[in-house]
């Protein structure tokens, strides 16, 4: 259960590891695995009854993504087609497989598999040149990859030093971290588990009056960048999983949601999300009417995490952001690094090793390909250290190159959530947000609305369900604000399908672990009829 990082690797070195299989044939191969089908929805009325023999990982179950063999085959025949021998390319294949069920009704599928190449070519300035295909045979992929670069820029016919001195110069050494993101337990419950889970998810709503919908997602990646040498190249392959499931009243007066995620398929349990749903519902029922107004909050791990996932941006120095000094006439610091923004006991880090979330050990776009995606400690004791840029930016200001922050920890704190409502003389508990989006980039303000109800609290007690409010609030206050901390966890963003044209939100989300968070003064602007 690793991911591989092979580091200074020579293209030949991966192709005569199988010296008998021709690089054609190895596109074969993986294209017409690509066009075998869909992933099967297992039959949910032969699901074990217990827990314990959930999943049995099946090491003979095929592998729907690509292999390192077959990306540095693929590598090679972009080079290759678009006459670039030293052309750096980037690989990415995504395969998801996603269920859905109403309860009372029958199952539904929505896969995905997509192949994306990017490669670098001269028309000017750098550009990316970029193709999403679902072409299934090697002489039709060369057909769609030179249309690609034909119609987006010439190729790149000759070495580096004939098109630009100044890209002579030797790739930079490049050092990847090798992480562990890959859980064949999650690549194996891809084909056997999905109508098991839709089982578990729905079993405990049979004889209730509540109506639910639960959905199953499960995703496996693989990632390849060889450098324009091929000298180096960056390998990483990665799983991720996700169960929720909402519970709604018959006439529509209460609500409740529930959700985990993890990489590795063992750790869901869809009965236990399931239950958790209806207990949110049952806390919520005949919601009555507060008024707006700032309350002491108490944000549960989802809310948090969900605040800090739409803060990320704000980190990119070339953006609008709090963090940025008011523009002078000043030479010197140009943004607030060093200073204290937030609460002492905030600490908020990215990490690819992480083992209960990571992200890629490297990155593409943004001016550059293939650059490694350090571990970054962006705040640290509520003071600014990091920022976020892009290739070109960090080599004007002499900055190392750094993804935006969607994959992040919060640090914790000691506090249980009854703890914190114990201690609240008057609040509101919030489950969870919908719509986020930040509406003044210099003040990192954000409106949206909280969902499926909240909960009133008074003198240490909750005392009724409220309706849902919309909020206008800035995390960057908030977290000046910080009254208790809890243990954190991974956050289920919940599954959203995809939208051609806000790629960063497709999912899986990258992995953001929060703590439950008890602040002073949150703005709950507005109520709002939501259930």
């Given at each position: 259960?690793?991911?591989?990082?092979?580091?200074?690797?020579?293209?030949?070195?991966?192709?005569?590891?199988?010296?008998?299989?021709?690089r054609?044939?190895?596109?074969r191969?993986f294209?017409a695995?690509?066009?075998?089908?869909?992933?099967?929805?297992?039959?949910?009325?032969?699901?074990?009854?217990?827990?314990?023999?959930?999943?049995?990982?099946?090491?003979?179950?095929?592998?729907r993504?690509?292999?390192?063999?077959?990306?540095?085959?693929?590598?090679?025949?972009?080079?290759?087609?678009?006459?670039?021998?030293?052309?750096?390319?980037?690989?990415?294949?995504?395969?998801?497989?996603?269920?859905?069920?109403?309860?009372?009704?029958?199952?539904?599928?929505?896969?995905?598999?997509?192949?994306?190449?990017?490669?670098?070519?001269?028309?000017?300035?750098?550009?990316?040149?970029?193709?999403s295909t679902?072409?299934?045979?090697?002489?039709?992929?060369?057909?769609?990859?030179?249309?690609?670069?034909?119609?987006?820029?010439?190729?790149?016919t000759g070495?580096?030093a004939?098109?630009?001195?100044?890209?002579?110069?030797?790739?930079?050494?490049?050092?990847?971290?090798?992480?562990s993101?890959?859980y064949?337990?999650?690549?194996?419950?891809?084909?056997?588990?999905?109508?098991?889970a839709?089982?578990?998810?729905?079993?405990?709503?049979?004889?209730?009056?509540?109506?639910?919908?639960?959905?199953?997602?499960?995703?496996?990646?693989?990632?390849?960048?060889?450098?324009?040498?091929?000298?180096?190249?960056a390998?990483?392959?990665?799983t991720?999983?996700?169960?929720s499931?909402?519970?709604?009243?018959?006439?529509?007066?209460?609500a409740?949601?529930?959700?985990?995620?993890?990489?590795?398929?063992?750790?869901?349990?869809?009965?236990?999300?399931?239950?958790?749903?209806?207990?949110?519902?049952?806390?919520?029922?005949?919601?009555?009417?507060?008024?707006?107004?700032?309350?002491t909050?108490i944000?549960?791990?989802?809310?948090?995490?969900?605040?800090?996932?739409?803060?990320?941006?704000?980190?990119?120095?070339?953006?609008?952001?709090?963090?940025?000094?008011?523009t002078?006439?000043?030479?010197?610091?140009?943004d607030?690094?060093?200073?204290?923004?937030?609460?002492?006991?905030?600490?908020?880090?990215?990490?690819?090793?992480?083992?209960?979330?990571?992200?890629w050990?490297?990155?593409?776009?943004?001016?550059?390909?293939?650059?490694?995606?350090?571990k970054?400690?962006?705040?640290?004791?509520?003071?600014l250290?990091?920022?976020?840029?892009?290739?070109?930016?960090?080599?004007?200001?002499?900055?190392?190159?750094?993804?935006?922050?969607?994959?992040?920890?919060?640090?914790?704190?000691?506090?249980?959530v009854?703890?914190?409502?114990?201690?609240?003389?008057?609040?509101?508990?919030?489950?969870?947000?919908?719509?986020?989006?930040?509406?003044?980039?210099?003040?990192?303000?954000?409106?949206?609305?909280?969902?499926?109800?909240?909960?009133f609290?008074?003198?240490?007690?909750?005392?009724?369900?409220?309706?849902?409010?919309?909020?206008?609030?800035?995390?960057?206050?908030?977290?000046?604000?910080?009254?208790?901390?809890?243990?954190?966890?991974?956050i289920?963003?919940?599954?959203?399908?995809?939208?051609?044209?806000?790629?960063?939100?497709?999912?899986?989300?990258?992995?953001?672990?929060?703590?439950?968070?008890?602040?002073?003064?949150?703005?709950?602007?507005?109520?709002?009829?939501?259930?």
């Amino acid at each position: 259960m690793t991911l591989n990082v092979h580091i200074d690797r020579h293209v030949g070195d991966a192709i005569a590891s199988s010296p008998t299989i021709s690089r054609r044939q190895l596109l074969r191969e993986f294209l017409a695995r690509r066009a075998s089908g869909d992933y099967p929805l297992s039959d949910h009325t032969t699901a074990p009854a217990s827990d314990e023999s959930r999943i049995v990982p099946d090491p003979s179950a095929p592998r729907r993504v690509i292999t390192h063999d077959e990306a540095m085959a693929l590598a090679e025949f972009v080079r290759e087609v678009t006459e670039g021998k030293f052309t750096g390319v980037a690989i990415a294949h995504a395969v998801t497989a996603v269920a859905t069920q109403r309860v009372g009704n029958a199952p539904r599928s929505g896969d995905a598999d997509e192949l994306e190449l990017r490669w670098p070519t001269r028309l000017g300035n750098m550009v990316n040149v970029g193709i999403s295909t679902n072409v299934r045979d090697p002489d039709t992929l060369r057909r769609v990859i030179h249309r690609a670069a034909a119609t987006k820029a010439p190729p790149m016919t000759g070495p580096l030093a004939e098109e630009d001195p100044d890209l002579a110069d030797a790739p930079r050494p490049a050092t990847y971290m090798p992480v562990s993101l890959w859980y064949p337990s999650t690549s194996t419950a891809m084909t056997t588990e999905r109508g098991t889970a839709l089982a578990q998810l729905t079993a405990p709503f049979h004889g209730t009056a509540w109506h639910g919908v639960g959905t199953v997602a499960m995703s496996a990646k693989a990632f390849l960048y060889l450098s324009p040498d091929g000298s180096t190249t960056a390998w990483g392959d990665a799983t991720d999983a996700e169960v929720s499931m909402t519970a709604r009243a018959a006439d529509g007066s209460a609500a409740g949601w529930s959700g985990r995620a993890h990489r590795d398929w063992r750790q869901l349990h869809p009965a236990d999300v399931a239950q958790a749903a209806i207990a949110a519902a049952e806390q919520q029922r005949n919601p009555s009417r507060a008024e707006p107004g700032r309350y002491t909050a108490i944000l549960s791990a989802t809310a948090v995490g969900q605040l800090l996932h739409a803060m990320a941006g704000s980190f990119n120095v070339a953006r609008q952001s709090p963090f940025n000094l008011p523009t002078t006439k000043e030479v010197g610091q140009k943004d607030r690094r060093g200073e204290r923004l937030f609460d002492p006991r905030v600490t908020l880090s990215s990490d690819p090793t992480d083992p209960d979330g990571g992200d890629w050990p490297f990155f593409y776009g943004d001016g550059g390909m293939g650059e490694p995606n350090p571990k970054s400690i962006w705040v640290e004791h509520g003071v600014l250290k990091l920022r976020s840029v892009d290739v070109g930016t960090g080599l004007q200001y002499g900055m190392i190159p750094r993804k935006d922050p969607l994959a992040m920890r919060m640090n914790g704190g000691p506090t249980s959530v009854a703890e914190m409502i114990a201690n609240c003389e008057r609040g509101i508990y919030v489950h969870r947000f919908a719509n986020l989006e930040v509406i003044d980039g210099l003040s990192g303000a954000m409106s949206g609305y909280t969902r499926d109800g909240c909960l009133f609290i008074q003198n240490g007690k909750i005392v009724r369900p409220v309706k849902d409010f919309r909020i206008f609030e800035s995390p960057f206050l908030s977290l000046n604000r910080v009254l208790a901390l809890g243990t954190p966890e991974r956050i289920a963003f919940g599954f959203t399908p995809p939208n051609p044209y806000r790629r960063e939100q497709h999912w899986p989300l990258p992995p953001v672990i929060a703590p439950p968070l008890m602040v002073s003064d949150f703005n709950f602007a507005a109520l709002a009829d939501n259930v």
